[in-house]
């Protein structure tokens, strides 16, 4: 647990005192205020097992209403509070650092309607994204987003960290496809900017300022999210590549030979896919290469796109930048492949502790960071490796080990971050600042820029009782 690593103190926020816990049973009804000590602990850690809070009440709103009611409570007598959806980040933002009184979303969980027509889906919060894919599916529409998480995280959670995910490539980012969020801000004030839709240009945009900001401004209770069409077929390849050079000429190939039907260009080297095969007992269907590809197409005529993809993948193999492949549109066979991906992040934590980088990178210096940390960090790990997005330049650097040392760590950090900053990437793509990275921020935002974005806090939550200790720097 890293609280001690980052020097934190606590706000002059106060404790939860027996008479506020009344006050939030008589609000939202006693099953519904968690003091129980077990299940609180699955509240105060995060899925990393890297931050633990001690918040000692849990508190599951069933409406706007309730949520708003809890909110202005918490305000009037200045009780921190730390929004929770899943509880599947990857930044330490989703769980307390201190005693915040967790509020989870787990029941704000309805589907209101999704329209077939429009594509438009609006929901509460809490729903589960593999639910409104489902109910997407059922009416012929997909979810602009996918995520390995997609069990468990809320569609709430994604939008309020902007997730990216396997489809960023096809779809966008959520900036584009949520229309409209419904958020309860700090003082209990119910903000509606729902839309229907896609072109509203009455001034400010802020529906943005809650796509992405974790918590920190607001908290989310409704959206509405524009669902594309669902594609009648889908192929999915799997290719071996014998360099990097090859991996990006073949990343070239296919916007260029593929591009309208390109849903997914993910990449993974060896080591990221030997640590899945290890953990998860899989099973490779092609010898080993130094690098990976998973290419997935989606598109309207499954003729057309299996030709398309079948004659991408011959050039790719003429031209010496594929050497081996298999590409399927079976559903079972597809999946079996998407697991060789989706389960490498899970797969390195494994290993024993892991170190996980989320970086914005230029696409022709892509990889170079991945054998500069393994020089690095020689013995002292157990895999260093690289895998992700390539199609949106977002690299996942996963450092493991058996476990945490101070002497790895210092190796790693400042370092990863100072080489992105002076590639002028980003040091977090996809997964956000949460606790975790608020000290790194800097390396990628300008400080006039940060000075803004406290201002802006400072604005919606003036007494900082959403999320306090993310996103904006400690001191
Ligand atoms: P939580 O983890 O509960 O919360 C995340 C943040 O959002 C916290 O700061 C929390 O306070 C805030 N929050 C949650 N709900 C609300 C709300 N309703 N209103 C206001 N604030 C709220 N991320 C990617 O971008 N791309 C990936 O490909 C990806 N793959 C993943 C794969 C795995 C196996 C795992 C474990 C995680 C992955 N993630 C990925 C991380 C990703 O950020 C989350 O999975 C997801 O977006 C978080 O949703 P959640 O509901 O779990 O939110
Ligand atoms: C992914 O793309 C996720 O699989 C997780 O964003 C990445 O754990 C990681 O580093
Ligand atoms: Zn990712």
Same mark, same amino acid.
């Given at each position: 647990f890293t609280q001690d690593r980052y020097q934190v103190s606590r706000k002059s926020f106060a404790a939860v005192t027996d008479s506020d816990v009344s006050q939030f049973e008589k609000t939202i @009804?006693?099953?519904?205020v968690v003091t129980d000590s077990e299940e609180l602990l699955t509240h105060n850690v995060d899925f990393l097992k890297a931050v633990r809070g001690n918040s000692k009440v849990v508190l599951k709103p069933g409406s706007t209403e309730e949520l708003s009611q809890i909110m202005k409570y918490c305000y009037e007598k200045n009780l921190a509070v730390c929004p929770q959806g899943g509880n599947t980040g990857l930044v330490g933002g989703s769980v307390p650092v201190f005693d915040e009184i967790v509020i989870s979303l787990?029941?704000?969980?309805?589907?209101h309607s999704i329209d077939e027509m429009t594509g438009i889906a609006v929901a509460?919060? @809490?729903?589960i994204l593999e639910n409104l894919e489902k109910s997407a599916n059922e009416h012929g529409l997909v979810v602009p987003l996918d995520l390995g998480a997609k069990a468990s995280c809320h569609i709430g959670g994604n939008v309020s960290t902007n997730a990216g995910g396997l489809r960023v490539i096809r779809y966008g980012s959520l900036h584009g496809s949520v229309l409209g969020v419904e958020s309860v801000l700090a003082n209990g004030t119910v903000l509606d900017l729902m839309?229907?839709?896609?072109?509203?240009?009455?001034?400010?945009?802020?529906k943005h300022m809650f796509i992405g900001s974790e918590g920190t401004l607001g908290i989310i209770s409704k959206l509405a999210i524009l669902c594309p069409p669902a594609p009648r077929a889908f192929h999915v390849a799997f290719v071996g590549l014998p360099s990097f050079d090859a991996v990006l000429q073949t990343y070239l190939s296919a916007k260029r030979q593929l591009g309208e039907i390109l849903s997914s260009c993910e990449m993974m080297d060896k080591d990221a896919l030997a640590a899945a095969i290890q953990h998860f007992g899989l099973k490779a269907p092609i010898d080993d290469y130094p690098f990976y590809m998973l290419l997935e197409t989606s598109g309207s005529n499954a003729d057309h796109d299996q030709e398309k993809f079948n004659s991408f993948l011959e050039n790719g193999m003429e031209a010496g930048h594929i050497v081996d492949g298999t590409i399927t549109g079976d559903p079972g066979k597809m999946q079996e492949i998407w697991k060789l991906r989706e389960l490498v992040p899970v797969a390195l934590i494994e290993d024993g502790y892991c170190f996980k980088y989320d970086i914005s990178l230029p696409l022709r210096q892509f990889y170079e960071i991945v054998p500069v940390m393994q020089e690095r960090c020689g013995s002292l790990a157990h895999r260093v490796c690289g895998y992700g997005h390539l199609g949106d330049s977002n690299l996942h650097l996963n450092i493991s080990c058996s476990e945490f040392t101070p002497e790895i760590y210092k190796r790693i950090e400042p370092y990863v971050f100072e080489y992105t900053s002076k590639l002028k990437g980003?040091?977090?793509?996809?997964?956000?600042?949460?606790?975790?990275?608020t000290k790194y921020l800097s390396y990628t935002k300008a400080d006039n820029a940060i000075d803004m974005m406290k201002e802006v806090k400072n604005l919606m939550d003036p007494k900082g009782i959403l999320n306090p200790y993310k996103v904006l720097p400690l001191n």
């Open positions: @009804g006693s099953k519904y787990n029941r704000m969980n309805k589907i509460d919060s @809490g729903v839309s229907n839709f896609k072109k509203d240009n009455t001034g400010y945009h802020l980003s040091v977090s793509a996809e997964h956000g600042i949460g606790f975790l990275k």
